[in-house]
């Protein structure tokens, strides 16, 4: 990128359609060694190239530099961006800044044709933060990455061959995982994908998790009016995450299915995700960092979870700690009670639940049985927590 944006020069005169003419992407295949192959021979034919944007080495490396703010196009003209330029002579910038660029380039990574349309490309802003939670959690398996894409795109489509739709995400992730790969940002083996400490430190940043010596929050989260067993879990959480984030560790930590709405409450200001169905004042909680709501040991805040049923839980900043060399926050530290079910009707609904299912004389025993999804009664068992699958279902919420 840094060879492009030194072509660019004063500026290039781009085509009608704002792609660089055919005579500069001749030049550009040969001095930044895309790969690309210009006007290809198959058998006996010879097939003409017609624009750039045929060239998918050399278009992805112009994206890269337009979302990276290296160049930009005015009036029909490629640019440099004068104010990026600092940018060229500092390797460790670029390369964050190339990394960082890469959330906007679904168009490049993804190009769609006339017969085909990536699922992976149409949900790239849900995806691509999705895959570097999980990726930073640690070494994942490479079909568990592909899963994960799939989980989030393939709900909002009707597809007529799902198996092929499926396959053709799986070769998208491989593709994008190619390009981390070439970037440094990922090593690769046959079976698993994991950050480089390069990209272990941008993705850290980009999450606004603490780095080795500034300071970490455990906090202890209690179900309100829990009992027999009190139903709890014990967090080393990164002051600096939004309330967004948290929302999603603590779904992951308690063991919510995260199909309900959500709200954040802490001297009668509500944190939560606006929208005009909302007939409420209301902060966004994607902009407000938990240190801002949790600024001294001893401060508290609710989190409301479902609010039908209204799981009420209640956070409390236990103590400041300082983050450890190595350790990948956040971090289940201990708990204890099962997560109640999902739809049970908030806490008197599972006591009664509860109730049910210890009497097998109940009228409503074999119904509440069938309900809850067991083989028998004896299989619900309220204390029933680990702290290992526990940590392994944050691990996998990213």
């Known amino acids: 990128m840094r060879a492009f944006t030194e072509w660019v020069g004063e500026g290039r005169k781009l085509t009608q359609t704002g792609n660089l003419t055919l005579s500069d992407a ?5 001095l930044l060694e895309t790969g690309d192959e210009i006007d290809p021979k198959i058998g006996d034919r010879v097939f003409r190239t017609k624009s750039s944007t045929e060239l998918p080495g050399l278009n992805l490396i112009v994206e890269w530099a337009k979302a990276a703010g290296l160049v930009r196009v005015v009036k029909g003209r490629l640019l440099p961006v004068k104010k990026a330029a600092p940018l060229l002579k500092d390797s460790e910038r670029l390369w964050e800044a190339s990394f960082t660029a890469l959330g906007k380039m679904s168009g490049a990574l993804f190009p769609q044709s006339y ?6 490309g149409e949900e790239f802003t849900l995806i691509w933060p999705a895959l570097l939670r999980r990726l930073y959690g640690g070494p994942v398996p490479v079909a568990d990455l592909r ?10 489509y009707e597809m007529r061959d799902p198996r092929s739709q499926r396959r053709m995400t799986d070769q998208d992730i491989d593709r994008l995982l190619t390009v981390l790969v070439r ?11 994991a950050l480089t400490p390069v990209a272990v430190n941008a993705v850290r940043r980009s999450l606004g998790e603490a780095a080795p010596g500034e300071p970490i929050y455990q906090i202890r989260v209690t179900l309100q009016e829990s009992a027999d067993p009190v139903i709890w879990r014990r967090l080393l959480v990164s002051p600096g995450i939004t309330l967004g984030r948290l929302h999603a560790i603590l779904v992951a930590a308690m063991g919510w299915e995260d199909c309900h709405l959500h709200l954040f409450t802490e001297g009668g200001v509500l944190y939560g995700e606006p929208s005009p169905e909302w007939d409420l004042d209301m902060v966004d909680e994607k902009k407000t960092s938990v240190a801002k709501v949790l600024a001294q040991v001893g401060a508290a805040m609710e989190y409301e979870y479902d609010l039908g049923d209204s799981w009420r839980h209640d956070i409390v900043l236990e103590e400041i700690r300082t983050a450890e060399e190595g350790v990948r926050y956040p971090v289940l530290a ?10 049970v009707g908030g806490i008197g609904g599972y006591e009664y639940l509860r109730l049910v299912l210890a009497d097998p004389g109940h009228d409503e025993h074999d119904g509440y049985v069938h309900w809850a999804g067991l083989e028998s009664a004896q299989e619900f068992d309220p204390a029933r927590f680990t702290v290992e699958a526990a940590r392994r279902a944050l691990a996998s919420a990213g």
């Open 183 to 193: 970037l440094g940002a990922v090593e690769l083996t046959e079976e698993t994908a």
């Open 115 to 120: 017969w085909y349309t990536s699922l992976v």
């Open 334 to 343: 201990d708990g204890a009670g099962a997560c109640p079910p999902e739809d």
């Open 147 to 156: 899963e994960l894409a799939w989980e989030i795109a393939s709900p909002y």
């Open 26 to 30: 001749r030049a550009l295949v040969a």
